[in-house]
């Protein structure tokens, strides 16, 4: 090994000359937004998100785990409401959609609204499937598949770990008045102005 060359490569290279960049990094971005990986509109620190998540929560959403067939807490969930990110609260996917695909994870036919998630390929495990990621926060969800019921043909066959979920609203409380009743359908629930 010759210290010899290297030292003279050294000593005898020209200085990097960089352009005037101002505050713009490298990278093209703003200081301190240089991410090796794709950004979201959505960002939280890995710090805050192990304090916020459980462990399983973590590595399902940050390290793109899988949790168990059939532990999750809502693959028999028939409760109507909404599925959220666990990680920044994006609504995903209604309840109607799921359904039954004894795949022992929580499968929904469609998303509340197109472009809710985010479907990139997966060649992992030597397999090519679509995974699914939140398309605010870049959270890992699940993966795609194409054998989900009519009309969309879709499973999005998600982890548990990865949804928060909101009950549909309460059902106005019994003790009531009277008057609410014959309210027709579309009948303003607002507060009347005239008098
Ligand atoms: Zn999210």
Redesign the pocket.
């Given at each position: 090994m010759s210290g010899f060359n290297l030292l003279h490569l050294i000593t005898s290279a020209k200085p990097v000359t960089l352009k005037p960049v101002g505050t713009v990094k490298p990278c093209g971005l703003p200081s301190g937004t240089c991410h090796s990986k794709k950004t979201w509109p959505?960002s939280f620190s890995q710090e805050e998100l192990r304090k916020r998540l459980t462990p399983m929560q973590f590595h399902i959403t940050q390290e793109k785990g899988t949790e168990s067939a059939f532990t999750g807490e809502y693959v028999d969930s028939k409760e109507q409401g909404t599925y959220t990110?666990v990680?920044?609260g994006?609504l995903l996917f209604k309840s109607d959609t799921k359904f039954d695909s004894r795949s022992g994870w929580p499968s929904f036919s469609d998303l509340i609204m197109e472009g809710s998630v985010t479907a990139t390929d997966d060649f992992s495990y030597g397999m090519h499937r679509v995974e699914v990621t939140?398309s605010?926060?870049g959270?890992h969800l699940g993966h795609l598949f194409d054998d989900g019921p009519k009309p969309t043909g879709k499973r999005y066959c998600i982890n548990s770990a990865s949804l928060g979920f909101q009950h549909k609203e309460p059902l106005p409380a019994p003790s009531l008045p009277d008057s609410v009743e014959g309210a027709g359908p579309g009948g303003a629930t607002g507060g009347h102005t005239e008098l």
């Open positions: 959505k990110c990680v920044c994006s939140c605010q926060c959270s």
